[in-house]
């Protein structure tokens, strides 16, 4: 995009904090209009201050919304539409591994409502932006979904839980069904797997946890959310309308496909 390109709009779940306030950051430095949503109020105000001064109100909408909630979730988009219009780019990056004291449960110590909440935001929930924002891209013929998935969704977890791999795997699988339908309308949609990136949620880099995985990365350092957001915007440009459906890794070298 240039000075004299209407702004495309883009939705950023999960982008008030980590990897998804940085994805919103280069988007909007890239001449994005950005709608991001969390659930936490006080970090959605945040962010709409913070990405506001730095790149002027009215390039940016920040809401509060929990994936919980299928109507939540659709008037948030609606509110775009009639804000700007049907977004161009979809970042579904909204998700949690929950674990107790930094350590994952053992399997067949999962609760089923813990099972449940976890799929329903990491996966039910970009299933449920994809439905809302899929059909537009592709009635204008551009569209770019970027999908975050994870490490734990490539390689056998160290730390996650179950409910969190089987979250994350999952989301290629649904790149591929929705490439099958959508690519020949114009829209690309691709599974980008950070390794271990330090966030909030990370913890301390000190933690025996991240000392440990940053041991196993060759690049000798832990990863940086502008590390992944980086990619996502080249993912959501012109140039990158060849790729679709891929799974592009994030992790400093500690994971590589063989």
Request: aromatic share 6%.
């Amino acid at each position: 995009m240039n000075a004299e390109t209407t702004p495309r709009i883009a939705v950023v779940t999960g982008g008030t904090s980590g990897i998804g306030l940085a994805c919103a950051e280069h988007l909007l430095a890239t001449g994005h209009r950005v709608a991001v949503f969390g659930t936490q109020a006080a970090r959605v105000d945040m962010a709409r201050e913070d990405l506001s001064r730095r790149f002027g109100v009215d390039n940016v909408l920040s809401e509060t919304v929990d994936l919980h909630d299928p109507d939540a979730l659709t008037a948030f988009f609606e509110k775009v539409r009639t804000t700007w219009s049907s977004p161009s780019v979809l970042v579904c990056n909204a998700g949690f591994s929950p674990k107790r004291s930094g350590h994952r449960l053992a399997f067949d110590a999962i609760p089923l409502k813990e099972w449940n909440d976890v799929l329903a935001v990491n996966l039910t929930g970009a299933m449920l932006c994809c439905q809302l924002a899929a059909p537009g891209m592709a009635a204008n013929r551009f569209g770019r979904i970027i999908l975050i998935g994870s490490i734990a969704g490539r390689a056998l977890p160290r730390i996650a839980g179950a409910s969190y791999v089987v979250s994350k795997a999952a989301l290629a699988g649904l790149a591929r069904s929705l490439v099958s339908e959508y690519a020949s309308h114009g829209v690309t949609i691709n599974t980008v797997a950070p390794g271990n990136v330090l966030t909030e949620m990370m913890g301390s880099p000190d933690s025996p946890v991240n000392q440990a995985a940053l041991s196993r990365i060759p690049s000798g350092r832990m990863g940086r959310p502008d590390d992944v957001a980086a990619v996502v915007a080249f993912l959501a440009s012109d140039e990158a309308e060849f790729i679709n459906g891929a799974i592009i890794d994030v992790t400093g070298g500690e994971y590589v496909p063989t």
